[in-house]
């Protein structure tokens, strides 16, 4: 399977156009926060009991009747995600008719639902790719992260099962501190099956409409977290293409200060993409609850209206607009809030990761023989 190509595409084109016109283009439906795992890191999951209390979830008639609205306004590509959204009662029915409204669909699944019924049900209804999150090497792994100890072999039943329909699969994961001493094992379990797949080394951390607070033990230090980065960057380039990457890196981590002003968002939340929670709330992103507005109440037009001006008047670190290595950074709106309480915060975690990111990066360059950080 190949990567879905973006640079130079008509989809880059049409993604940056409705940002520049405030689109809503690209929409991910979180359709329930239940989920058969329960993983130490996840910021979604609700038992049956805590979702009773907090809400309930939405009827496959209302979804439709807010993708009819939303397609109306422009929405193409749509991301079912959840808790496990494939444990939503009417998930087939949900996806069939925003299928046939003409939506480009993507499915986040942790895959252990995924038996040969729900197999030929995506080869008959072909999704453009199911992102399928794999947490650790053995079951030893998924009891330690996951809770769900017979994860890891129907995971990989679920990969091979896609596979055998042509189903479009892509392997999703999150480096955390139980499952870091996996990642050789997880790039050769990747590898064997050839599939596509991108490994998160930084976490959010987000705990969202959960009643227990993100816990920091589950994720690493920022340092531990870019030495994994940066083994599964060189993991997945190979050496010479990971050199090439590590100078160009190092070159955009150079940048002049920039103005010490509060900027703005920079990515396309709350522009041309947003996401709707399970109890009916649209957000300008997944990570953030904030700002958020009813849209089954106030109708999908209504509420993305709201969210725009909301989001636009949203401003950013000034340090982080001002900061030489902003270009190699990931820090974001989410990232600020998340970490620091505040979006004009300054991520210390993100700080640190990327500072050790561009540390190890030039200490692999000078070790190697005949190369250095110029070339
Ligand atoms: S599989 Fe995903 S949704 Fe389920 S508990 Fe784990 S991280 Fe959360
Ligand atoms: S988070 Fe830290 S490293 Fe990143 S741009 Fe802001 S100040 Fe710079
Ligand atoms: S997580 Fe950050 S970069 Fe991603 S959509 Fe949210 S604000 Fe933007």
Same mark, same amino acid.
């Given at each position: 399977m190949e990567t879905i190509k973006y640079q130079g595409t008509i989809e880059q084109f049409l993604c940056e156009k409705a940002t520049a016109n405030h689109v809503p283009i690209n929409a991910i439906l979180e359709l329930t926060p239940l989920c058969n795992m329960n993983c130490d890191m996840c910021f979604v999951r609700l038992d049956a009991d805590e979702m009773k209390q907090k809400g309930r979830l939405r009827s496959a008639e209302e979804w439709i009747r807010l993708g009819k609205e939303m397609r109306d306004a422009g929405t193409l590509f749509v991301l079912f995600t959840g808790g496990e959204p494939l444990m939503h009662p009417e998930f087939k029915r949900i996806y069939i008719a925003f299928k046939r409204m003409g939506m480009i669909l993507t499915v986040n699944t942790n895959g252990t639902k995924i038996d040969e019924l729900w197999a030929d049900f995506f080869a008959e209804y072909p999704p453009r790719r199911i992102n399928l999150t794999l947490y650790g090497k053995d079951e030893e792994t998924y009891q330690r992260l996951c809770?769900?100890?017979?994860?890891?072999?129907?995971?990989? &039943?679920? %990969?091979?099962?896609? #596979?055998?329909?042509?189903? =479009?699969?892509?392997?999703?994961? @999150? %480096?955390?501190?139980?499952? /870091?001493?996996?990642? !050789?094992?997880?790039? @050769? +379990?990747? !590898?064997? *099956? =050839?599939?596509?797949?991108?490994? =998160?080394?930084? *976490?959010?951390?987000?705990? &969202?409409?959960?009643?227990?607070?993100? !816990?920091?033990?589950?994720?690493?230090?920022?340092? =531990?977290?870019? /030495?994994?980065?940066?083994?599964?960057?060189?993991?997945? *380039?190979?050496?010479?293409?990971?050199?090439?990457?590590?100078? #160009?890196?190092? #070159?955009?981590?150079?940048?002049?200060?920039?103005?010490c002003t509060a900027g703005g968002v920079r990515c396309r939340a709350g522009k041309s993409s947003?996401?709707?929670?399970? #109890?009916?709330? +649209?957000?300008?992103?997944? *990570?953030?609850?904030?700002p958020e507005e009813p849209v089954f109440d106030v109708g999908f037009q209504i509420a993305w209206t709201r969210i725009l001006q909301q989001f636009e008047n949203l401003r950013t670190s000034p340090e982080c607009n001002a900061c030489t290595v902003r270009k190699v950074c990931q820090t974001c709106a989410a990232c600020a809030v998340l970490e620091t309480g505040r979006f004009e915060g300054v991520p210390e975690y993100m700080c640190r990761y990327t500072k050790e990111t561009i540390r190890l990066l030039k200490t692999t360059l000078m070790n190697e023989p005949g190369v250095g950080e110029d070339g």
């Open positions: 809770h769900y100890p017979a994860g890891f072999q129907k995971a990989l &039943r679920a %990969i091979r099962l896609l #596979q055998e329909r042509n189903v =479009d699969v892509k392997v999703n994961g @999150s %480096i955390t501190s139980e499952n /870091v001493e996996d990642i !050789d094992e997880l790039f @050769s +379990i990747v !590898d064997q *099956m =050839d599939t596509v797949w991108k490994f =998160d080394t930084y *976490m959010y951390p987000a705990s &969202r409409e959960r009643n227990i607070l993100f !816990d920091e033990k589950s994720r690493l230090t920022p340092e =531990d977290a870019a /030495v994994a980065r940066v083994k599964l960057m060189e993991k997945r *380039m190979g050496k010479k293409d990971f050199h090439t990457f590590a100078r #160009q890196f190092l #070159q955009r981590s150079k940048a002049e200060p920039g103005e947003f996401t709707v929670n399970w #109890q009916g709330m +649209i957000r300008p992103c997944v *990570m953030l609850s904030i």
